[in-house]
């Protein structure tokens, strides 16, 4: 399968999209994410791009009320699987590329969007001179990522991912003028086999083993950083 130049292999959703798709759906069950980034910018009548836009699980929802929408992805059979799933939205369209080279004009992007994608902090400058090309002029860029520093689900992220220091990401992203809005959302799963087929994409098997024996149930709280600039 194709991968567009520059793009970083994604594990868990290049290697697992069926099992990536149950945590798509499990994730933010009472809808906390998008109502705080509309609090900032909404994208009604806007121009939204959507990087390392997956299966395109978020791109219809953009849709519902955005002028227009463009998914960027890298990896070629997910760009394919995005397509599918928008076909019937003509105001949707999915292109393949990368954060580093993306495949838009300058000035172009009103609200951008990026969620557990690329945009980790240390090392992501490239995407970020990407952004300053293709953000128009009071647009807004939204980067979500993981709290490590609270929740159930930021101390298994911490403890599994310790080349991970919450303060340096937080202090990359603050230098650079970015706003941090810290969320509580969650994991709500319909099964308690969906849940550990999630935690097995997410993990190494050690610290899923860990995590598992160590947490009943279906549901996981979960808090986020919700990162945003305007342009």
């Not at 999209?17 to 759906?25: D, S």
């Not at 978020?58 to 849709?63: G, H, T």
């Not at 960027?72 to 699987?81: F, I, K, M, N, W």
């Not at 953000?135 to 992220?157: C, E, H, K, L, P």
Request: net charge neutral; glycine share 10%.
């Amino acid at each position: 399968m194709s991968i567009a130049d520059g793009g970083i292999p994604s594990p868990n959703i290049w290697q697992h999209p069926k099992v990536y798709e149950l945590e798509n759906r499990a994730v933010d069950p009472n809808g906390v994410i998008e109502p705080a980034m509309r609090a900032i910018r909404d994208w009604a009548g806007g121009n939204v791009l959507d990087i390392g836009c997956g299966t395109g699980f978020y791109l219809p929802r953009f849709a519902a009320t955005a002028a227009r929408v463009v998914g960027v992805e890298p990896h070629g059979g997910l760009v394919e699987a995005a397509r599918r799933r928008t076909q019937a939205l003509p105001n949707v369209e999915v292109r393949q590329g990368s954060a580093q080279r993306l495949p838009v004009p300058d000035a172009s992007v009103d609200v951008m969007h990026a969620r557990w994608a690329y945009f980790f902090g240390p090392g992501c400058e490239p995407g970020l001179a990407e952004l300053d090309r293709v953000m128009r002029r009071g647009g807004t860029a939204f980067v979500i990522d993981n709290d490590g520093t609270r929740s159930t689900f930021g101390q298994w992220f911490s403890t599994s991912y310790p080349m991970i220091k919450a303060p340096v990401v937080e202090r990359f992203w603050t230098d650079r003028g970015w706003h941090r809005t810290p969320l509580d959302m969650g994991w709500r799963f319909e099964t308690r086999a969906d849940l550990e087929a999630v935690v097995r994409i997410e993990f190494t098997p050690k610290d899923a083993k860990r995590i598992l024996a160590s947490h009943t149930g279906v549901e996981v709280d979960y808090a986020v950083n919700l990162w945003s600039r305007s342009y």
